[in-house]
């Protein structure tokens, strides 16, 4: 079970329900539940994408596009059903809040994804939850079982007219499937490895068919959203950045936990307010600020906004909300082994550049790590690093660069104290265990 | 092969949710490995035949995510995380105090007793509750070294019992 947290600058929306037995439908119901979808019904198609456009709510899965937006590219005819999937595959290192959002919140989950069959006209949902997540699975499972048997979900819902079904789906473990196109191949029954786009999900998604895809934390949103209206969901957060999110703070902080603050809090306040400052009575060193996939920031480039836009001026990525915190114990190029260990790992070997590139740099830095660097290696590893950027099917190749890069420009002085056969500067130290690939 | 009645209920029920067969694999792989311990060369050939697929397409789905297993784990599979927030952590440390204990190489191999297996993983999505790890399905997190080896003690017992 996760544990909760509170904190007074938190503004309780996603939240709202979290610790109040709302898993329960009767709870659930007692809490407003099942109201905004059958609002949404009798708004129609039209008005709830508006509403979602005005609530400038981005996808919180990582890429941050605009939701209303993603809706209102479906088609509105279309000979083929039309979709719509749940990405509840939660699997960026550093995240771990859509965990807490099934666990405590299910039906908002599966309010949300009905909302967005409304709006897009399509009549059967799908939720996708990760392997690992059994009990969370099972959890969704009761719920959709709950929603069946009060007749809020299959034909004619809430007296309608409408029909819409609703479905849980498993995986069995990868990283990769939490991209969107790779999750429709999972879920299809095959190895989870990315689509060329276009065509765009939207248009040719899952069996072909139009498909909404979203991240669960994005549908959980989207009831508060149609309750609240628009307007005010937007005015939590700032500009073109609406509402709230889940940061999931971790790593060196005398309180990690996962807390819900607007859009646009500032980071600093975030580490040192919020997560209770460095643990151990340490000072900061550096800042993964969305999911290991986001280029690191330092010490000092932390006074900025969190919201996508902001994130990005910084030079690094809003990305899933996984805020990790790295103090000044910590050994830079052992972190940026360990991400590149996972992300070698997890490339699906579709995309050469990827598939090398991973693989490349992980021998690389663990040569490196262990003393045998050469001064050359440090600009290598970028470069290697900078030709995988935009040249793969999906963003995996970028998830695994990004970062590298990131972590070579700004701690270069960690990477050359590791030279000419020197021991790793920092306490910890021995060599870094090795995952097998792909190899059951 | 036959497969329980509770598994075949779960089969029955899953195809109704896709237009597909094939759709049903992914998960059902996992529910059948619950039962089996792994996916054994009978079931490959079972599932492959219910859904219209060889067992070469099974086999190839298979050895794409990282849970599905083609040979026994111990009763108890502790799956140590070591990704980058629990490695700051101590999730090194977690997963070497966890190989130790039990005498087990990572990611092969069965305890003697063929209670324990011990993996390394990635991330388990417990970031904010790290160092964690996962016996089977069940999670726990903000480990330390004596809170795991009261973990691993009372799945000797259950083992036992």
């Known amino acids: 079970m996760a544990y909760l947290v509170s904190h007074p600058d938190e503004v309780k929306v996603i939240s709202s329900r979290f610790g109040k037995g709302a898993a329960d439908i009767d709870r659930y119901l007692e809490l407003d539940g099942y109201k905004a979808v059958q609002m949404a019904l009798q708004m129609g198609s039209e008005a709830v994408i508006n509403e979602v456009k005005a ?9 941050g596009f605009p939701t209303g937006m993603k809706w209102s590219f479906v088609p509105k005819e279309s000979a083929k059903p039309k979709y719509v999937l749940c990405n509840g595959d939660e699997s960026e290192p550093g995240t771990c809040k859509d965990r807490l959002i099934f666990e405590h919140d299910p039906h908002a989950v599966i309010e949300g994804a009905m909302i967005a069959a409304i709006a897009v006209n399509a009549h059967k949902a799908y939720i996708y939850i990760r392997g690992e997540y059994r009990y969370l699975l099972e959890i969704m499972q009761k719920s959709i079982a709950d929603v069946y048997a009060r007749g809020f979900a299959g034909k004619n819902i809430f007296g309608s007219g409408y029909d819409l079904d609703v479905y849980w789906h498993g995986g069995a473990g990868a990283y990769e499937v939490g991209e969107e196109s790779a999750l429709m191949e999972s879920l299809e029954g095959k190895r989870g490895v990315p689509r060329i786009r276009p065509p765009f999900p939207a248009v040719v998604g899952l069996w072909g068919g139009p498909t909404v895809i979203n991240n669960a934390e ?18 939590i957060g700032t500009p ?45 060193k550096a800042v993964v600020p969305g999911g290991s996939s986001t280029p690191v920031l330092t010490a000092d480039e932390i006074d900025i906004a969190m919201d996508f836009d902001s994130v990005a001026k910084a030079g690094s990525m ?38 090398e590139g991973t693989d490349w740099l992980n021998k690389t830095l663990t040569r490196f790590h262990a003393g045998g660097g050469l001064a050359k290696d440090i600009d290598n590893i970028r470069y290697l690093a900078e030709n995988m950027l935009g040249r793969t099917f999906c963003p995996l190749g970028d998830a695994a660069a990004m970062p590298t890069i990131g972590f070579v420009k700004k701690f270069r002085e960690e990477f050359e104290a590791h030279l000419e056969g020197k021991p790793c500067p920092f306490e910890k130290h021995g060599a870094i265990s090795q995952l097998p690939v792909m190899s059951h | 092969m036959n497969f329980s009645d509770q598994l075949e209920a779960r089969f029955a029920d899953m195809l109704g949710h896709y237009p597909t067969k094939r759709s049903v694999l992914v998960p059902f792989l996992l529910y059948t490995q619950d039962e089996l311990g792994y996916l054994t060369d009978e079931a490959i050939e079972e599932i492959a035949q219910r859904l219209d697929l060889t067992a070469l397409e099974v086999r190839n789905v298979i050895s794409y995510y990282s849970m599905l297993r083609t040979r026994p784990a111990g009763k108890y599979n502790v799956q140590v995380c070591t990704n980058i927030c629990c490695l700051l952590r101590g999730g090194e440390e977690i997963l070497e105090h966890a190989r130790k204990k039990l005498g087990v190489a990572v990611n092969k191999g069965i305890s003697e007793d063929g209670v ?7 991330c388990i999505g417990a970031c904010s509750w790290a160092p964690a790890m996962q016996v089977n399905y069940d999670f726990h997190e903000n480990l330390t070294e004596a809170k795991v080896d009261e973990i691993l003690e009372s799945y000797r017992k259950k083992a036992q019992q």
């Open chain 1, 55 to 63: 609530s400038n709510l981005r996808g919180r899965g990582g890429a």
């Open chain 1, 218 to 235: 994005t549908l959980a949103s989207v009831p508060h959203i149609i309750m609240m209206g628009g307007q005010k969901y937007a005015d």
């Open chain 2, 116 to 122: 324990f297996s011990v993996e390394e993983v990635e």
């Open chain 1, 240 to 284: 073109k950045n609406g509402g709230t999110r889940l940061f999931c703070l971790s790593g060196h902080l005398e309180k990690p936990g996962v807390y819900e603050l607007p859009m646009g809090y500032n980071l600093k306040k975030m580490i040192y307010e919020v997560g209770g400052g460095i643990s151990n009575g340490r000072k900061l």
């Open chain 1, 318 to 355: 809003l990305g899933s909300g996984g805020v990790v915190v790295i103090d000044d114990a910590t050994c830079i190029v052992k972190f940026a082994l360990r991400t590149m260990q996972f992300y070698r790992h997890e490339s699906c070997g579709w995309c050469i550049p990827c598939r």
